[in-house]
Each structure stands twice: as C-alpha cells, then as structure tokens.
C-alpha cells in the first residue's frame, strides 16, 4: 500500500467515526427533571446501538429497514426533547 491509500483509509475511518458520533441519539433531557422521558431517551439509545450492531453483523444487508429505523428512534429521540422543553416552559 502507498502512503497516499493509508493516508485515505485513515481519513475514510475517522469520518465514518465522526458520522457514527453525530447520529447516534443522546439522553438530553435531564432526569432528576423529567425521570420517564430521560428513562425513554436511554432506551432509545439502547435501541439504536441494538440496531446498530446488528446491521454491522449482517454487513448491512438488512434492506434498508434498519437505517429507517435509526432515523425514526432519531425523531422520537427529538420529540421527546420537545416534551421535556413544553413541560419547562407551561
């Protein structure tokens, strides 16, 4: 391999790590606050990792249906975030 395939590989790497960071969904609300929807934002953290490993397992060949549902455990992630901010703000 020439340094300059080492040189892409490793910039290939870090920003599929950087991407893999940026969408995975985080517990943001906070739960001594809000303890049921901090607790639903963990779970669909844990779902989202499950899902996660699995498509790394079958290489991806899950017909696109466990992207969709990493997207989707995005939006309730979000959602649930926007309960917490009218639940502050009533």
């Known amino acids: 391999m020439t340094k300059k395939m080492i040189s892409t590989l490793v910039l290939l790497a870090a920003t599929c790590a950087l991407l893999y ?3 995975a969904p985080t517990v943001t609300v906070d739960s001594s606050r809000h303890g049921n929807l901090a607790s639903a934002q963990q779970s669909i953290v844990a779902a989202w990792q499950s899902i996660n490993t699995a498509q790394q397992e079958n290489r ?5 249906h466990a992207e969709k549902a990493k997207d989707l455990l995005n939006q309730a992630n979000q959602e649930i975030q926007y309960a917490a ?3 502050d703000n009533r």
């Open 85 to 87: 901010n009218s639940a």
């Open 21 to 23: 960071a940026a969408s």
């Open 60 to 64: 991806n060949h899950l017909g696109g």
